[in-house]
């Protein structure tokens, strides 16, 4: 795992609960004096182990929120046994994506007061005593798709945006050597991303965030204002599957 912060504000990237034979993925918990976010934590092959491996940073009945940036079930495969777990957490979802989730549960569930739409414009969301942002990401690649920027640590869960997949025998934690890491996003960019003006619309979002380091869903952090820069430049660079 990957601790970002100190004391009584941290950001911690779960990189290794993955079981061999599935894609890579990369679970958030941010905690705020006590209180806890869970991000994108995967389908029900990582439950047990993030189970246990988050305990230690945030105890389950404080943990707030559990949010999930789009629909995939790398996303929110195991939602309704987290929501068990995590009893006293609100789910936010993509408002988009919201009828979709009872699929998810058992026959006439009560999601009524537990689960929260998020707007297509994004909305700020307490933590502790800190103020998240959940910045819009549509299409890149779902079609409602959130991030979270953490003004404290600067830092933006990009959740599928800056995905790498790695080869077998390849991994590492932070992608510091930016341009031989890109070609490990290549794929998913060009082939989940429909469209560059989904990047234009993000890049001209995110313009005035100050953002030191970047998390994605999969694969390695960016960190590092000038390997941001480069991110973000090859962004830019990119074309989408329709283009
Ligand atoms: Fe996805
Ligand atoms: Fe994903």
């Known amino acids: 795992m990957i601790v970002f912060g100190e004391g009584e504000h941290k950001v911690v990237v779960f990189r290794e609960l993955t079981p061999p034979g599935h894609v890579q993925a990369n679970q958030v918990l941010i905690v705020d004096h006590g209180e806890g976010l869970l991000a994108d934590p995967g389908g029900r092959v990582v439950f047990n182990a993030l189970v246990r491996e988050m305990a230690p940073f945030v105890p389950p009945p404080r943990v707030r929120y559990l949010f999930f940036s789009h629909q995939d079930p790398d996303i929110l495969g195991a ?19 919201l009828r979709f989730l009872p699929h998810s549960f058992h026959e006439g569930a ?4 537990r689960v929260v739409g998020i707007p ?10 800190v103020e998240l942002r959940l910045i819009p990401a549509h299409f890149l690649h779902s079609p409602g798709n959130f991030q979270i920027y953490d003004p404290h640590l600067r830092l933006l869960y990009s959740g599928d945006l800056f995905a790498s997949l790695f080869p077998p025998g390849v991994d590492y934690d932070f992608a510091d050597d930016f341009d031989s890491h890109a070609k490990h996003m290549e794929f998913f960019h060009s082939r989940y991303v429909p469209t560059r ?5 993000w890049l001209r979002r995110v313009e005035g965030l100050d953002i030191e380091v970047i998390v994605p869903q999969h ?10 820069r480069r991110a973000l430049d090859w962004l830019r660079s990119r074309r989408g599957y329709l283009d």
């Open 79 to 97: 939602a309704a046994v987290w929501y068990s777990a995590l009893f006293n957490a609100k789910i936010l979802i993509p408002a988009v994506w």
């Open 110 to 113: 009560d999601l009524e007061g």
């Open 120 to 129: 297509d414009e994004g909305m700020e969301v307490r933590l502790g005593e």
């Open 197 to 201: 003006r989904a990047i234009e619309a």
């Open 219 to 228: 694969g390695a952090v960016i960190r590092g204002r000038e390997n941001v």
